[in-house]
């Protein structure tokens, strides 16, 4: 059967990210009201609302163990955020991108973030823990992907 995620006029941008274990199934979704809502997938109820960017929220992430979601905006908001998925707290604001933010991306072992910028055209590596970039590509177009050998193709 089909559910429908609950909202307030037509705010949901879509699906950013998903979070799919044995116990629980989670997915979040961007909004043009600069949030970021988590939603338990078997209910379709909201259970979170993630308060912090400054811009519509189009990509976003959770890390593979699903204690945090990384959000990335645009609109004039140029700035990847990550928020703790409990207790929805802002944990970091990571600067560096020249404009709209279109996908964010855990590495596998979560240690690492890929952020992609649509108007810089660049991707940026990001070491989680520091709250550091450690790496920006340029990029002709989009960067899509978290290729396995944590190298970026653009």
């Known amino acids: 059967m089909a559910r429908t995620c609950g909202r307030s006029r037509a705010t949901e941008l879509g699906l950013v990210g998903r979070l799919l ?3 629980k199934q989670v997915l979040s ?3 043009m009201d600069q949030t970021t809502r988590l ?3 078997e209910t379709a109820k909201e259970v979170r609302k993630l308060r912090g960017n ?3 929220v189009y990509g976003g992430a959770f890390s593979p163990d699903g204690k945090r979601v990384a959000t990335g905006s645009g609109d004039g908001d140029p700035n990847v955020r990550i928020y703790d ?3 929805a707290k802002l944990l970091k604001v990571l600067p560096g991108h020249g404009g709209w933010i279109w996908r964010v991306q855990f590495s596998p072992n979560g240690k690492r973030l890929v952020s992609a910028g ?4 660049t991707a940026r590596v ?6 550091k970039e450690v790496r920006t590509i340029s990029c002709p177009g989009w960067v899509v992907e978290w290729p ?6 653009c």
């Open 21 to 23: 274990t044995d116990d």
């Open 29 to 31: 979704t961007g909004s």
């Open 39 to 41: 939603w338990d997938a």
């Open 54 to 56: 400054a811009g519509r």
């Open 85 to 87: 998925t409990e207790s």
């Open 118 to 121: 649509m108007q810089d055209a």
């Open 126 to 131: 990001w070491d989680v823990d520091a709250g």
């Open 148 to 153: 396995s050998s944590m190298t970026s193709a």
